[in-house]
Nanobody, 129 residues
Framework: QVQLVESGGGLVQAGGSLRLSCVAS????????MGWFRQAPGKEREFVAT????????YYADFVKGRFTISRDNFENTLYLQMNSLKPEDSAVYYC??????????????????????WGQGTQVAVSS
């Protein structure tokens, strides 16, 4: 059972930056595509960014392209999301996710959250205007 623990959320002014981290409990983390999703009050959970299991490529939702960067450190079993130029509409609970099946690209999770095998507990991000 893989456990994912996020940290780094908080309150920031519009235009500011935050860096989210997600630590996985097991070394098998390195075999899974990983992603960040977010959920705002009254809205469905949505894909933000994913990264291949082997760090070969990344994908971003259009609304964060050029502002957010996903990365991973497979030696430290840690996933990151660097968020710059934050906007009030970025306010949400951000969730770390691991793919259900090993050695994939993350495309399945982007298309269907049922393909997520493990979720973190979430970290709150609030952006004030």
């Amino acid at each position: 059972q893989v456990q994912l623990v996020e940290s780094g959320g908080g309150l920031v002014q519009a235009g500011g930056s935050l860096r989210l981290s997600c630590v996985a409990s097991e070394g098998t983390f390195r075999n899974y595509a990983m992603g960040w999703f977010r959920q705002a009050p009254g809205k469905e959970r949505e894909f933000v960014a994913t990264i291949y299991w082997d760090d070969r490529d990344t994908y971003y939702a259009d609304f964060v392209k050029g502002r957010f960067t996903i990365s991973r450190d497979n030696f430290e079993n840690t996933l990151y999301l660097q968020m710059n130029s934050l906007k009030p509409e970025d306010s949400a609970v951000y969730y770390c996710a691991a793919d259900r099946i090993r050695y994939r690209t993350g495309q399945a999770m982007r298309s269907n959250t049922a393909e997520v095998g493990y979720w973190g507990q979430g970290t709150q991000v609030a952006v004030s205007s």
